[in-house]
């Protein structure tokens, strides 16, 4: 049978990592359909239905999608479920969300955040926050997976040439009411995808300092990650943590500034290609996990930092 | 108004993690063990919203074997009013905590529920998402503030994107990030005190539901290790290196 993906998008793009939930999909059954829901949506849908691996698209449409809230999209997709084996999607916060909902009504035990497809029905995962890996075999007919989005690279944005067939809208679901999203927007990359990705913690001291850290973002063209700490302290907004419960990035190049590296930061970097920590405290964990560290106290280190990458004649970017 | 609160024993998020070197999962024998840290926020909400007049009565369950009971024994020493503790042996999948949740919220009749997003051992972020579900009821996942309203919750989440703000009628479902508030800490005289509060104990068998597990465990190993990185003496070298060793600049 063929695998389901949900699409995640904002009515007119896909959101980037739909594009590697579709690689995973393909991985799983090479007949891969998409579904995307939503209002106003025919750009997004023709963008997946262009996606190299996507067979079939379905579109389904009404007012009460237009937020994505997982009470209205879940009946949608378990209405469609029966013609599939598996349905799949990301596991950030859209899908953490609303995978679990549609498992429940299939009566499936979901697998969360795959990180490799073993076989159709074996997955590998990761646990304890990283600190080991489970390879799990799902006994349910119907398999629900969600699927750990920067361990799959995206699929092409091209070449396919997918249908689009309508599906049918499901009565709303009333007891939820959306009533606004604060989306930070931003010209530098996203975190999830960004080649490289400077980050700060506690180390930083304030929310003002953290310029320092913007700083060298904008000069590496990179995007600006945090630990939990600084988040909590106020220094930047929760959107930019990096660890367990926030977003995992696998960048080239990852920068840890003033992050001493408890084991819920490194399960959100430690995968990155090259790791620089810089801190003052040479016993800091993530030392551990650092290509390069840099024991020196931030404020005179980052200045010096700049003025090295200012005598660079190219930066790739 | 009724709150109910689930509370899960998991490994302290403090401790270094050892994978057993049969392969059949993680070290917790003389391991240190607590509640899972989001599920202190969610009692921790809870017992804010009941000290505010806006809640009567507390109630916190717990799924597990015999010393899953300490995390409903801490519940209590908080602030809740009563416990339960669903008792079980052997592997748990989120999809059965929730069905035997829904089986207790039939009898208890909150008109909440709340629970941590995620549990720091499986991190599966699934069980509150489900009891939903079966529920039928509202969900506002990964919560990092809460108003009580008059007959619903303003709820604002954390998404990758930002924040986002959802109204959701009661009952309801509420799974808490650890933004949500700042857990306290259970006084000496509460702890006396909790050990005086009822805990209800319950067969899971005489709930008439299959906790059967569905997926197979077959093999838990360590990640793979990274090399061993180096120092480096001042920020010269380390853009040298960057540029020239690592090529990633």
């Excluded at chain 1, 980050?199 to 001291?205: A, I, K, L, P, V």
């Amino acid at each position: 049978m063929s695998v389901l993906l949900i699409a995640e998008h904002n009515n007119k793009d896909l959101r980037p990592f739909t594009l590697n939930a579709a690689t995973a999909a393909s991985q799983i059954d090479t007949d891969v359909h998409a579904v995307i829901i939503g209002q106003n949506s025919e750009t997004a849908a023709k963008k997946l239905s262009e996606l190299s691996v996507v067979k079939k698209v379905i579109s389904i449409e009404a007012p009460h999608y237009e937020n994505f809230t997982a009470e209205n999209f879940a009946p949608a997709i378990v209405k469609l479920a029966e013609n599939y084996s598996h349905i799949v999607c990301s596991a950030n916060t859209f899908g953490k969300n609303l995978m679990p909902r549609v498992a429940a009504h299939l009566d499936t035990s979901q697998v969360s955040d795959i990180i490799k497809v073993i076989s159709p029905d074996t997955f590998l995962r990761p646990i304890y926050a990283g600190n080991a890996f489970a390879t799990v075999k799902t006994n349910d007919l119907k398999k629900c997976i969600t699927i750990r989005p920067t361990s799959f690279e995206p699929c092409e944005s091209s070449g396919g040439t997918a249908t689009i067939e309508k599906g049918e809208a499901v009565e709303e679901f009333s007891n939820t009411k959306f009533i606004k999203r604060e989306e930070v927007k931003s010209d530098r990359p996203e975190l999830g995808t960004a080649r490289i990705v400077v980050s700060g913690g506690r180390g930083m001291q304030s929310g003002d300092n953290f310029k320092l850290i913007t700083e060298v973002a904008d000069k590496l063209g990179a995007a600006i990650g945090a630990s939990r700490a600084a988040v909590d302290a106020g220094y930047i907004s929760n959107d930019h943590q990096v660890g367990q419960t926030g977003k995992v990035v696998v960048p080239d190049l990852y920068i840890a500034i003033g992050i001493s590296g408890a084991i819920q930061h490194l399960a959100g970097m430690k995968e990155s290609k090259v790791i620089v920590a810089i801190n003052k405290d040479g016993e800091a964990p993530i030392f551990s996990v650092a290509d390069y560290g840099l024991e020196a106290d931030l404020f005179e280190a980052i200045p010096q930092f700049m003025e090295e990458l200012n005598k660079l004649n190219t930066i790739q970017k | 108004m009724k709150i109910l609160v689930a509370v899960k024993r998991v490994i302290d998020y403090n401790v270094q993690i050892r994978v057993k070197e049969d392969g059949s999962g993680v070290v917790t024998d003389n391991v240190k063990m607590s509640t899972n840290p989001p599920d202190d926020n969610a009692i921790e909400e809870a017992v804010k919203i009941k000290e505010a007049g806006k809640a009567t009565e507390i109630v916190a369950i717990t799924v597990g074997e015999d010393k899953a009971q300490e995390t409903v024994r801490k519940a209590l020493a908080v602030g809740a009013d009563k416990g339960i503790h669903v008792k079980t042996e052997g592997v748990l999948e989120p999809l059965a905590v929730s069905k035997i949740i829904q089986k207790i919220v039939e009898k208890e009749k909150p008109d909440l529920v709340f629970m941590g997003k995620q549990a720091i051992d499986d991190d599966c972020n699934q069980t509150g998402q489900m009891l939903s579900a079966l529920l039928n009821w509202p969900q506002a996942t990964f919560a990092s503030n809460i108003e009580v309203k008059d007959n619903s919750l303003e709820v604002t989440r954390e998404i990758d994107e930002g924040l986002e703000t959802v109204e959701i009628n009661i009952p309801a479902i509420v799974t808490c990030d650890l933004r949500l508030n700042e857990p306290r800490y259970a006084s000496l005289p509460n702890i006396m005190k909790a050990k005086k509060k009822p805990i209800e104990e319950i067969n899971v068998s005489d709930l008439g539901i299959d906790i059967t597990p569905r997926v197979q465990q077959l093999k838990v190993e360590e990640p793979p290790k990274r090399k061993a990185g180096i120092k480096v003496a001042n920020v010269a070298e380390l853009v040298q290196k960057l540029k020239n060793e690592a090529k990633v600049l």
